[in-house]
């Protein structure tokens, strides 16, 4: 089944639903604020050149907060409104279609909350999906710098005279930390790998907007540092305590989200660039650029491109959700299902990033010089979407892909061999 949402033309658009109920109202719910975001995304992204001196949509992500975005994920009897992943892609595609920074950067409020309910019941965990229900709003600050790859940490927290332990390190990437109110991250502990959550006005935490990607420039996804910030030891988990989980799949998955959804905006833009033109070139077919069989093709492909994004984003969902849907908190996964699940993760990348950026190129296939008037900014889509895809170069799933395809060994080896306590735990 399929369900239809207004499109920046003001048409509905044939998008790939899960054809439920809950979906359909909470599109309804969230399509206003979606719309006035989407209203101002051309504006802000003409405002985002400057690291440090652009203005960043706090108005609009505490918006988001406050109709109950970040609690789609936690449970209807606590309080949220339960969706499965399936749902929640194609909500945060919805969200990506109109400005896909402010859907990227929620990734780690999200993934934050994936962990929360991965927990074993206790009462951190009640106290969590509260503060999320509430409407906190977590960021994210594991990556460095430093080192070779994601495995290599030289943020540590170190014991105390008070009896407390001390956080310090520098951090890069630290998407959406700007805008949140808690910050998940991971450390050193005597070399064992830990993470845990502060909250971002602790005293010693320092969060400055550096990113200076050509794309993807209002995430906030630059510098946090931490100089002897007071953790509570209690709060301090180490991965090689936690259950195998779905959370790498997880991460990579929101970011195919992402990209659908950028994928949807380059064909709403392109129906809406269209649309009022009436200047054509002397060798096009018609008089009107709208009734001409080669721009309609142009805009058939965007569409079709869209749609299959969208597609292949929420049927591997669909297999991520039947790795988590039925176990208990803090029972772990079974490792066959969640390499079935995560493979069909990096299938759809190895499609979904190629097709949304040849997308992105071709939609000025329909318009000639005036599509690229700056004050469109219709070049954002292929920046946007280059940078989201680069967080997960394809290249290496290409591979991975393949050696399941021939030996069977699935994407959960090559995270635990990247890290023996084990990455793909909280």
Known sequence: MTDATTTTGGEPSLQSGTGTSRLTELRARFRPLFDRIREGAVDRELASGTPGDRPLPHDEVRALADAGFGRLRVPEDRGGFGVTLVELVHLVADLAAADSNIAHLWRGHFGYTELVLLRPSSAGRDEWLQRIVDGAIIGNATSERTGTTLADISTTVRPAEDGSVRLDGRKFYSTGTLYSDWIYLAADRDGDRVTFAIPTDAVGVT???????????????????FDGVPVDPSVVSAYKDA????IQAFYQLYLLAVLAGIGQAVSDDAVAFVRPRTRTYIHANAA????????????????AGAFTARSLVAAAAGLLDGVVGTNEPGAGVDRALLDAAENAVYQAQIEVGPRVLRAASELFEVGGASAADRTRALDRHWRNARVVASHNPAVYKERLVGEYALHGRGPVDAWEKYHEVGPTRF
């Open 207 to 225: 969060s400055v907007d550096d990113w200076d990607g050509f794309g993807q420039r209002l995430t906030a996804s630059g510098t946090t540092v």
């Open 243 to 246: 259950p195998l989980s779905h």
């Open 288 to 303: 009107r650029p709208g009734d001409d069989p080669q721009v309609l093709a142009v805009l058939g492909r965007l569409s």
